[in-house]
């Protein structure tokens, strides 16, 4: 919620054109470091798998590589997710599932506020959090609004 605050006062107070003067390679190292955040978050999952899952991971990444050098009319991510989806459900492989990890239950949540302290503590300890988020966000839009432009006058 205060991520969306924040972007909702960066919008407000127009804060997207300051960010033609942050250099790209600043941007890029940024995104690439929480590229990286997430993948370290993720790489438990990886222990104890088997070669299936191995498999998979490398077909996925062969196909959201390789195929923008074939064509670029479809998004490669989306289509690595639907080819794995179909291998997935049609090859003997069994692996760990989103449902294995957690328990789903297949009803909407019901309405309510975090069950969290508000409390100033709370605000600084999410602050860090919320701050970098919504400046990523910013900076993905304002560079794909520029991209956009560039691409029109062209």
Request: glycine letters at 6%; charged letters at 10%; a positive charge.
């Amino acid at each position: 919620m205060l991520t969306g605050i924040l972007q909702l006062l960066m919008g407000v107070f127009k804060l997207g054109k300051w960010m033609r003067y942050v250099p790209h390679s600043v941007i890029t190292g940024f995104i690439n470091a929480l590229a990286i955040l997430i993948l370290l978050s993720q790489l438990r999952y990886f222990q104890g798998q088997t070669w299936g899952m191995y498999a998979m991971v490398a077909c996925t990444l062969a196909v959201i590589y390789l195929l923008p050098e074939l064509t670029k009319a479809i998004p490669s991510p989306l289509v690595a997710v639907a080819l794995m989806t179909i291998a997935a459900a049609t090859l003997p492989y069994h692996g760990q599932t989103v449902g294995d990890l957690a328990q789903i239950v297949p009803t909407l949540p019901a309405f309510g506020l975090p069950d969290i302290p508000m409390t100033l503590g709370t605000l600084w300890l999410i602050l860090l959090t919320s701050i970098s988020l919504a400046i990523v966000a910013t900076v993905r839009a304002f560079r794909s609004d520029k991209s956009r432009s560039v691409q029109s006058e062209a």
